[in-house]
């Protein structure tokens, strides 16, 4: 692996969970590559490959429970690895935007890693590994309609970025309400990390 877009190219088309989530060696290079046919969907071995079976995150007064906790943490686990591979896809789809915009979209992906390994850890202590639950792909279902770096901006960088910051606040106080600190920490951090995504979507648009 010598480039940015051979490190994406085995988040889209490798299915090992290990090969989406382990940051990349340093110093890779970003340089083009040729034609390339990207996926009607990431490749994703049996464990965790896309579910059609809706399942409900659990109601916020019952995070009082461990297990409710865990699920809940194991839903914006789903989350961060489908954003994980809608960056990768971004960066190998548009090829030729400008260099910094292309540095941009790289380093939120690495958060993103970075965002999936918090939570997969606190699943772990929970006791719950991540696949254990259905895996919708609600995020990806938006892949057809990125057919500009605006339009990757607008519907990925702010608009499901944004709902993010929401959400961390609000799960952060809940967390703190039943005093998990652990969980409300990941929350924290995800919130910060998430200001600056949405400001570089901002700065695309």
């Not at 990431?42 to 399942?55: A, L, N, V």
């Not at 960056?87 to 992906?109: G, P, T």
Request: aromatic share 10%; glycine share 4%; with cysteine.
């Amino acid at each position: 692996m010598k480039t940015i877009n051979d490190f994406c190219k085995q988040i889209i088309f490798s299915g090992n969970l290990e090969d989406k989530i382990t940051p990349p060696p340093e110093g890779l290079i970003d340089e083009p590559c040729g034609s390339l046919t990207l996926p009607e969907k990431p490749e994703r071995s049996p464990r965790i490959s896309f579910s059609d079976e809706k399942t409900k995150i659990p109601r916020l007064e019952h995070l009082n429970l461990p297990e409710n906790r865990a699920i809940s943490l194991h839903h914006f686990a789903n989350h961060e690895l489908l954003a994980i591979e809608l960056f990768a896809l971004a960066i190998l789809k548009f090829q030729d935007i400008e260099k910094n915009i292309r540095n941009s979209l790289y380093k939120s992906l690495l958060d993103e890693q970075k965002h999936f390994i918090l939570y997969l850890d606190r699943l772990h202590e929970f006791g719950m590994d991540f696949g254990e639950r259905p895996l919708n792909y609600v995020f990806w279902k938006q892949a057809p309609k990125i057919q500009t770096i605006e339009k990757f901006a607008a519907i990925v960088g702010i608009t499901f970025e944004g709902a993010n910051l929401d959400y961390a606040t609000l799960y952060k106080s809940i967390f703190l309400h039943f005093g998990d600190e652990k969980c409300a920490g990941i929350m924290d951090e995800i919130y910060n990390d998430e200001i600056m995504h949405v400001k570089r979507g901002l700065y695309v648009i």
